[in-house]
């Protein structure tokens, strides 16, 4: 009797603590709850190239609104550039450690151990899609028809045009418009503006999905805009050289407009196809700013960059802290902030923990943390932890002609929820810059002197991550492949032979469900 009261007891005290703890009851709805995933992520896009982080010249009104009723990472970080972030994304991990040390000379190519997330997401029964850029490899072991995705509509290289690095010879000729891609297994060529294809056939894709309903999908729509070179509609440049502004200024930024007002039409399409109360949608960027000066007349202006040091292909703030809009209708909150630091690394286990999905057997198993407990309790307790970052692309023959081991402390970084820890080379000299971030978001002050025991703590990690890297960078070292050589070129020329190039458009009915 005494044994029975006592477990009665323990179920009754479980009870009061699941009645008591909303925490545990929202955890339990969104694991396992199987949400479509809709994830946009542009290229080159800094915190500051939106009207709502407060710049004055581009306008984005529709982000501008899915930000304010989204739930927003207010301190997440990716790596400094392109291919980088996306082998963290489909990896978990941390890219040097699937191989990605570069953006180019096969150092894109993520290492064939890894099993991504989208193919964990297929073994629990999601459909999967890919729209846009790739940039992890464009052999067909690597391509993403082989990593987990169903429907695949790409360019090749790391950008539109990049005939050199491996993307089709065509687009070298009307750059961003009417371009070659590949589509499944088939090159086909496009007609129009390229982001506004990848919209289209993004869209194209989930209207199927929305009307089969048989199954929650994942779209990835990786933007290759806001890349360089500036290129937009001329109807998009039109405003900024009326207001006298220079001509890349006008390419980029009309190129962010154009970004706004397809993903406006996105959102309009998913709410008339009452899709957004069971569809998770996310807007990110894969690296820090690429804008040069603006000239507008006479007068040059600094980018708006929101208060942050650095860009693009740096390991200041800027190069690594960006957005990141987490909206689920009626799930998530609205305008709500999450000031834990997270990164790209945590999307792999986030995603497969909201689709019940198993995490894969594999020799390179993500890292990272769920997302979860933070989309739950935006104030949840979350340990601190250390993200290491670093610019590579060492020994390239072409920007950097140094060996790996000479570029240790060249463009390297050290990220906790308090400290980023910068170090630099100057004439062969290292040198280090510690900040305290909760002060000084800018990287104004160096505080290394005034705290030595954490730039030593800091120092410490990275130097034993370094070491642990070298049986990890399966890419280095591999011979220059000249574009003629390069495996989509090859594809291209075999299919032009055999059976021509066909043009394909994606075909979107825009009635409601």
Known sequence: MQIKLFFNGLMLAALCVQLLSPLSAEEQALAGSRPNIILVMTDDQGMGDLSCMGNPIVRTPHIDRFYQQSTRFADFHVSPTCAPTRAALMSGRRPFEVGVTHTVLQRERMALAVVTFPQALQSAGYHTGLFGKWHLGDEDAY????????????????GIGQYIYGDFEPNTENTYFDNVLLHNDSIVRTQGFCTDIFFEAALAWIHEQESEEDAPYFAY????????????????????????????TAGRYGMIENIDDNFGRMMEQLAAWQALDNTLVIFMTDNGMAMPRIQQGEQRIVPHNAGLRGGKNSTWEGGTHVP?????????????????????????????????????????????????????????EWPDRKLFMHIGRWDDARWNKQDREANKYHGAGVRTQRWRLVYTLHKGKVQTQLSDISADPGESNNVAAQYPEVLQELSTAFDQWWDSLPPLLVNEDLAWVESAEQPLTIRYNQQLQEKGIPEWRPELESSSK
């Open 324 to 380: 990141a809009f987490w909206q689920w209708q009626g799930v998530l909150g609205e305008g709500v902030d999450i000031p834990a630091l997270t990164a790209h690394v945590d999307l792999y286990r986030t995603f497969c923990e909201l689709a019940g999905a198993k995490i894969p057997d594999s020799k390179l198993p993500p890292g990272g943390r769920s997302l979860l407990p933070l989309l739950q309790d935006p104030q949840a």
């Open 221 to 248: 729509i990786s933007l290759n805009a806001p890349h360089g070179p500036f290129i937009a509609p001329e109807s998009y440049q039109k405003r900024f050289l009326e207001l006298g502004y220079d001509e890349k």
């Open 143 to 158: 391509l993403p028809q082989n990593r987990g995705f169903d429907q695949v509509l790409m360019h090749g290289a790391g």
